[in-house]
C-alpha cells in the first residue's frame, strides 16, 4: 500500500464492553481518517487472556457498528500474530539489541528507581543472567539517551530513556508478549500512518518510536487525546465502573463524544440518526480543536 495513504487504526482490549471512553478513542481516530480520506482499521489487542472476557471482542464489534463506525478490511487479532512477534523479537536478538533477563518483580522493585511509568529497571542482567532461574523475560537495551517527538495534540516530548524508562520488556517469562512490542510489529504490518489514541499511551510512544527505529520501520504520526476520567479523576474502565454503551441512546452518546473532543454540535442533534451525526461531525471536525489536556471529567 502507497504510504501516501492515510491510515488509522482503533485497538480495543477485550476485557469488556465498551463505554464512553473507548467510543471518544474511537470517534477521534475515525474521523481524523475519515477527513483524511483514509482507510481505519480495527485490532483486537487480545493477547493478555487472563484479563480477557468471554465473547467481550465479538461485542465490542457489535456495538461499532451499532453506533455507525465502518472500518475497512479484516479485523486484526494479536492472539493470532504469535509468529510475527516470535520473528521480530530474533531478529533484535541476532542484532544484539535485547538480553534475557531473570529478575523477579519483587527483585526489580528493590533495586529500581522511578521513571515516568513506575520502576525503571538498571540493566542488572545486561551481562549476564543475575542468578539460576528457568523462566527468563527479554529486555531491549535502551542505549539512546533523549528521545524527542513531536504529538499532533500534546506538543514536543524529549524522554531521557535511560532515566525515565529503562530497558523494557518485549517478552515476559511466562511467555506472553509485551504490547509495546506487539503494537509496533502490527502497526508496520497494516502500514499505519496514523496513530489517534489515549494519553494514557503518550509514555509509551517513545518505547515504540525507538523500537521501529531499531527495526528500520517507519513511524506514524502520532496524536493523544485526553482521556476520560470520572469525577475521582480515575481513568473510565471496567474496573471504576464505566457503564457500557447501550444502543438505546446512541445519538445522546456520539454527541456528548464530540462535545467532550471539542466539537460543538447542536443540541437537536441529540435526536437525529446516527448517520445524520457522522455526517455533521465529518463537516466539522478539526483536531486542532481537541483539548489538549492529558485527562478531562467525563461529566
Known amino acids: ?21 473507548s467510543l471518544v478513542a474511537a470517534v477521534a481516530s475515525y474521523l481524523d481518517a475519515r477527513i483524511h480520506q483514509g482507510r481505519w482499521l480495527v485490532r483486537m489487542e487480545d493477547l493478555d487472556k487472563p484479563r480477557e472476557m468471554p465473547g467481550a471482542a465479538d461485542d465490542i464489534l457489535r456495538t461499532l457498528e451499532a453506533y455507525g463506525f465502518e472500518w475497512d478490511g479484516k479485523v486484526m487479532y494479536q492472539s493470532q500474530r504469535h509468529e510475527a512477534y516470535e520473528a521480530t523479537l530474533a531478529q533484535l536478538i541476532a542484532n544484539g539489541q535485547v538480553y534475557s533477563c531473570n529478575c523477579s518483580r519483587r527483585e526489580v ?62 517478552k515476559r517469562a511466562d511467555g506472553q508478549f509485551a504490547y509495546q512490542l506487539a503494537v509496533v510489529v502490527d502497526d508496520a504490518e497494516q502500514n499505519i500512518s496514523h496513530v489517534v489514541r489515549g494519553a494514557d499511551l503518550l509514555n509509551s510512544t517513545s518505547r515504540q518510536i525507538l523500537l521501529q527505529y531499531s527495526l528500520q520501520l517507519p513511524s506514524p504520526v502520532y496524536a ?76
Not at 542482567?125 to 527479554?138: F, I, M, Q
Request: hydrophobic fraction near 35%.
Open 224 to 299: 493523544h487525546i485526553p482521556v476520560a476520567t470520572n469525577l475521582a479523576g480515575e481513568k473510565l474502565s471496567k474496573q471504576t465502573g464505566a457503564e457500557a454503551l447501550s444502543n438505546d441512546n446512541k445519538a445522546q452518546m456520539l454527541s456528548r463524544a464530540f462535545v467532550f473532543l471539542g466539537l460543538n454540535p447542536p443540541s437537536e442533534l441529540c435526536h437525529s440518526s446516527v448517520d445524520i451525526l457522522w455526517q455533521w461531525a465529518n463537516e466539522h471536525w478539526q483536531l486542532e480543536k481537541v483539548p489538549s489536556q492529558t485527562q478531562l471529567i467525563s461529566d
Open 1 to 21: 500500500m502507497s504510504p501516501d495513504i492515510y491510515t488509522g487504526r482503533y485497538a480495543p482490549s477485550p476485557t469488556g464492553p465498551l463505554h464512553f471512553g
Open 109 to 170: 522493585a528493590d533495586i529500581a528507581h522511578a521513571g515516568i511509568e513506575g520502576p525503571v529497571y538498571p540493566g542488572l542482567c545486561r551481562d549476564g543472567l543475575s542468578r539460576e532461574r528457568d523462566t527468563v523475560a527479554w529486555r531491549f537495551k535502551t542505549d539512546v539517551a533523549h528521545l524527542l517527538f513531536r504529538d499532533r495534540i500534546q506538543g514536543q516530548f524529549d524522554h531521557r530513556m535511560q532515566r525515565d524508562i529503562g530497558d523494557f520488556v518485549l
